[in-house]
């Protein structure tokens, strides 16, 4: 079935440091990729859609130059948290659409994000 | 604006017992219907998938149920386990063109040996 490689899985970063998170789909083509949030104990908050080859689109918010997504390749979609405070430690999610897959979504295995 | 909420937020029962998950949305024009297991500090797992023309869906011990016209999905759990605990998230995809999927909060299952 189809599989989504989220990067790193855990990362430790100080204050005022940029952390890239990298989500790819490792046997389909995603034009579409999805970035969330959660909390502890709680939902997964949409943060973002990344479109291949434009601009994504953040939802109510979402500070778009905190957050700064890339979807540079129709498998590779990145996430870059400029600037890191100790607020934007969580726990963060990619997913992506396999079309094939009757329209279901995958999702990565998540990346723990601890600023210091 | 799509809301889904999941009834109870917690349950804990003993091994072996049947157990039902509830999600409820507001919005009955979906497009599908997806049930996740979510394990502490992990990724999300699909279980089922429930297309809108679908009425329920069954993989093993797992069911799922649709119901669009009056916003409501069951996860049916049979002869519960100790590795059934984790929490368990519905999510409703949107019939837009947008593809938005909007997950309710969960609920988190205890299995008791």
């Known amino acids: 079935g189809a599989v989504v490689s989220q990067h790193p899985s855990r990362v430790i970063c100080k204050s005022g440091t940029s952390v890239k998170i990298e989500c790819r789909s490792l046997d389909f083509q995603a034009t579409t990729m999805f970035w969330y949030r959660q909390f502890p104990k709680k939902s997964l908050m949409l943060m973002a859609t990344?479109?291949?080859?434009?601009?994504?689109?953040?939802e109510q918010g979402v500070e778009k130059d905190k957050f700064l997504i890339n979807h540079a390749s129709l498998t590779l979609s990145t996430l870059t948290v400029t600037s890191a405070h100790p607020e934007d430690s969580s726990f963060y999610i990619c997913?992506?659409?396999?079309?094939?897959?009757?329209?279901?979504?995958?999702f990565g295995s998540g990346t723990r994000l601890t600023v210091v | 604006k799509q809301e889904v909420t999941q009834i109870p937020a917690a349950l804990s029962v003993p091994e072996g017992e049947n157990l039902v998950l509830n999600c409820s949305f507001t919005d009955s024009a979906i497009y599908n219907l997806q049930w996740f297991r979510q394990d502490p500090g992990k990724g999300l797992t699909s279980l089922l998938l429930?297309?809108?023309?679908?009425r329920e869906q069954t993989s093993g011990r797992l069911n799922a149920s649709l119901d669009k016209s009056s916003g409501r999905s069951t996860l049916y759990i049979a002869a519960s386990q100790p590795g059934d605990s984790a929490t368990y998230l519905c999510?409703?995809?949107?019939?837009?063109?947008?593809?938005?999927?909007?997950f309710g909060p969960g609920t988190s299952l205890s299995v008791i040996p």
């Open positions: 997913s992506a659409r396999d079309q094939t897959g009757g329209g279901g979504y995958t």
């Open positions: 990344s479109n291949e080859g434009s601009k994504a689109t953040y």
């Open positions: 999510a409703v995809r949107r019939r837009t063109s947008y593809d938005k999927v909007i």
């Open positions: 429930i297309q809108s023309s679908q």
